[in-house]
């Protein structure tokens, strides 16, 4: 009979690259890049918001491409920083818990604890996120968004105790030369194929070229490179599509010849618009970014009618928010809220022109919204209501 497999003791592991000289100076950029990430995490979960209590701001137009682009590309280069900082702490999984001594004991529980906690909810972001971007979603019993928001908070809580516990440790290694034995385990003698600088070089180098094989998805001179953007801008226009008509079932719909745009005002339809009364109504062009939540973004010019011209000719009060809602059958964001800052901005159009063309029926024809500083999601397309309440 075969013995039971055994886990691996530390003493097994015994690189030299194994060392907390390589974890400290690893884990500063994961922490970084997890810092970034958690802002502008924050910055998108705001801006979502249907009535936050801090109006989000119109300006700049490009604010959430930034922000939005950074979140992704700093989660793509956390995976190979992430992955080598697992790997330089394996061994520590594998220690004794020094039961006897109290305070050792804490120590190594609150550290090992928020190692788990923090890998546990790394892993999870990283992979929903990239799989968000993707846009394939094998989950069904929770929301990304609100999921993804909350495990975040769990993943830099376990960070922020993590660097608490490891402080002395991390201040004294990184202010040693990368080469110095002081903290390393006795049986981490083993030289490997790099040296400890080569290694941290080469986790660097593998976290640059991941932020540009994806970045061309927010930086269009990236795009020939980045061949893992998920979007690269060749679509009508030149700015890509999420949701095709087919996909939001509104092929027959749009293209109706009965469309019509109702305008509500509290509760009672104050006009009623065909696509030619659009057209004859002033039209104006913006040049505006669509910026998605999965992270890629693009330029467009877009002409239309002005938000705030049509709501004001139907007797719409200025300073109230606008519930705008699409043809599209299903989805969170059929009905959206467009807060009263962005229904005033004069940059707020529906649209029915992209790039000096008629909007393609992917686009959101006959006519979409697109607003300054807002994420895609919200862009609302093939738009039918917009009803202004108290």
Same mark, same amino acid.
């Given at each position: 009979?075969?013995?039971?497999?055994?886990?691996?003791?530390?003493?097994?592991?015994?690189? $030299?690259?194994?060392?907390?000289?390589?974890?400290?100076?690893?884990?500063?950029?994961?922490?970084?890049?997890?810092?970034?990430?958690?802002?502008?995490?924050?910055?998108?979960? &705001?801006?979502?918001?249907?009535?936050?209590?801090?109006?989000?701001?119109?300006?700049? *137009?490009?604010?959430?491409?930034?922000?939005?682009?950074?979140?992704?590309?700093?989660?793509?280069?956390?995976?190979?920083?992430?992955?080598?900082?697992?790997? *330089?702490?394996?061994?520590?999984?594998?220690? $004794?818990?020094?039961?006897?001594?109290?305070?050792?004991?804490?120590?190594?529980?609150?550290?090992?604890?928020?190692?788990?906690?923090?890998?546990?909810?790394?892993?999870?972001?990283?992979?929903?996120?990239?799989?968000?971007?993707?846009?394939?979603?094998?989950?069904?019993?929770?929301?990304?968004?609100?999921?993804?928001?909350?495990?975040?908070?769990?993943?830099?809580?376990?960070?922020?105790?993590?660097?608490?516990?490891?402080?002395?440790?991390?201040?004294?290694?990184?202010?040693?030369?990368?080469?110095?034995?002081?903290?390393?385990?006795?049986?981490?003698?083993?030289?490997?194929?790099?040296? +400890?600088?080569?290694?941290?070089?080469?986790?660097?180098?593998?976290?640059?070229?991941?932020?540009?094989?994806?970045?061309?998805?927010?930086?269009?001179?990236? $795009?020939?490179?980045?061949?893992?953007?998920?979007?690269?801008?060749?679509?009508? =226009?030149?700015?890509?599509?999420?949701?095709?008509?087919?996909?939001?079932?509104?092929?027959?719909?749009?293209?109706?010849?009965?469309? +019509?745009?109702?305008?509500?005002?509290?509760?009672?339809?104050?006009?009623?618009?065909?696509?030619?009364?659009?057209?004859?109504?002033?039209?104006?062009?913006?040049?505006?970014?669509?910026?998605?939540?999965?992270?890629?973004?693009?330029?467009?010019?877009?002409?239309?009618?002005?938000?705030?011209?049509?709501?004001?000719?139907? =007797?719409?009060?200025?300073?109230?928010?606008?519930?705008?809602?699409?043809?599209?059958? *299903?989805? /969170? &964001?059929?009905?959206?809220?467009?807060?009263?800052?962005?229904?005033?901005? /004069?940059?707020?159009?529906?649209?029915?022109?992209? *790039?000096?063309?008629?909007?393609?029926?992917?686009?959101? &024809?006959?006519?979409?919204?697109?607003?300054?500083? $807002?994420?895609?999601?919200?862009?609302?397309?093939?738009?039918?209501?917009?009803?202004?309440?108290?």
């Amino acid at each position: 009979m075969k013995a039971p497999l055994a886990p691996p003791t530390p003493e097994q592991f015994t690189s $030299r690259l194994r060392s907390p000289a390589v974890a400290a100076r690893v884990g500063v950029w994961l922490g970084v890049s997890f810092g970034i990430c958690f802002v502008t995490g924050l910055v998108s979960h &705001y801006a979502q918001l249907p009535t936050p209590p801090i109006p989000f701001p119109t300006s700049p *137009s490009w604010g959430y491409r930034v922000t939005q682009g950074l979140h992704v590309t700093s989660g793509v280069a956390a995976i190979p920083l992430l992955l080598v900082k697992l790997w *330089s702490v394996l061994p520590k999984f594998f220690e $004794r818990l020094p039961l006897r001594d109290h305070r050792r004991l804490l120590l190594a529980v609150l550290e090992r604890g928020s190692i788990g906690v923090l890998v546990a909810a790394a892993i999870f972001q990283l992979a929903t996120g990239l799989l968000n971007a993707a846009q394939w979603y094998p989950w069904t019993t929770f929301s990304f968004r609100t999921t993804h928001f909350a495990i975040a908070w769990v993943a830099i809580g376990a960070l922020v105790v993590h660097v608490a516990v490891k402080l002395p440790i991390i201040r004294d290694v990184l202010t040693s030369d990368i080469e110095a034995s002081d903290h390393d385990r006795a049986t981490a003698t083993t030289p490997g194929a790099l040296s +400890r600088r080569g290694l941290v070089r080469t986790t660097f180098a593998a976290a640059g070229v991941a932020v540009l094989a994806t970045a061309g998805g927010t930086v269009p001179w990236l $795009r020939k490179v980045s061949v893992f953007a998920t979007r690269t801008g060749e679509a009508p =226009g030149g700015v890509p599509i999420n949701k095709s008509a087919r996909a939001a079932g509104v092929e027959e719909s749009a293209m109706s010849g009965d469309w +019509r745009l109702e305008v509500l005002v509290d509760g009672v339809v104050a006009a009623s618009l065909a696509y030619d009364d659009l057209r004859a109504m002033p039209q104006h062009t913006a040049d505006l970014p669509i910026a998605c939540v999965e992270g890629w973004s693009a330029q467009g010019s877009w002409s239309g009618v002005r938000l705030a011209d049509l709501l004001g000719a139907a =007797g719409a009060p200025a300073d109230r928010d606008v519930t705008v809602t699409s043809l599209q059958e *299903s989805g /969170p &964001y059929r009905v959206t809220t467009l807060p009263a800052g962005f229904a005033a901005d /004069p940059r707020t159009l529906l649209a029915l022109d992209l *790039s000096g063309d008629r909007l393609a029926l992917d686009h959101g &024809y006959p006519c979409r919204l697109i607003a300054p500083n $807002r994420p895609g999601v919200l862009q609302t397309k093939w738009v039918t209501r917009l009803e202004v309440g108290t």
